[in-house]
């Protein structure tokens, strides 16, 4: 049933040397019900040093992020080492390497996307965006890292904002944590 449990906005932004992580609170359920208004998708792990905001099935997605806070323990907090050696063991594992569940995964240098086939991509610009209304979000960070002079915190919290305006699987209870 927790696949059932679906909409979330994530978005990451860096700027000016601050790493902003913004998501919305909405969980929706068979694509037409909001189950949950105020679910917090973005939170902060391994001593406050790592924030990490999730989209996707709600199990799958607590599954990616109790893996990858394990990798961090494992490596001393190395955000990189601890994406890739998660994916290696997603993409080596036939049960988990279809796990419908994105991550956005920052430190105070890094942004990273970890997604649950086993996936690791650092964004060319450093702005970045997943989940239903992540395409909505990302374009909106964009254009307002490049015709504003807003910190990281603002730009992350207004392209959520917007992203809920246009998207029926995001809303506006966001949550963003900076680094």
Known sequence: MDNMFRGT????????????????????????????????????IYNNNVVIGFAGSVADAFSLS?????????????????????????RNDKARRQLEAMMIVADNKSVLIVDGAGNVIEPQDGV?????????????????IQNTNDSAKDIAYKALKIASEICVFTNDNIIVEEL
């Open 66 to 90: 109790e893996r990858f806070e394990a990798m961090l323990n494992k490596f001393a907090g190395n955000l990189m080492r601890s994406a890739v050696e998660l994916a290696d063991t997603w």
């Open 128 to 144: 970045c965006a997943i989940g239903s209304g992540g395409n909505y979000a990302l374009a909106a960070a964009k254009a307002l």
């Open 9 to 44: 906005t994530i978005c990451a932004v860096k700027k000016d040397g601050k790493i902003a992580v913004a998501g919305d609170g909405q969980v929706t359920m068979q694509n037409s019900i909001i189950f949950k208004n105020n679910a917090k998708k973005v939170r902060r």
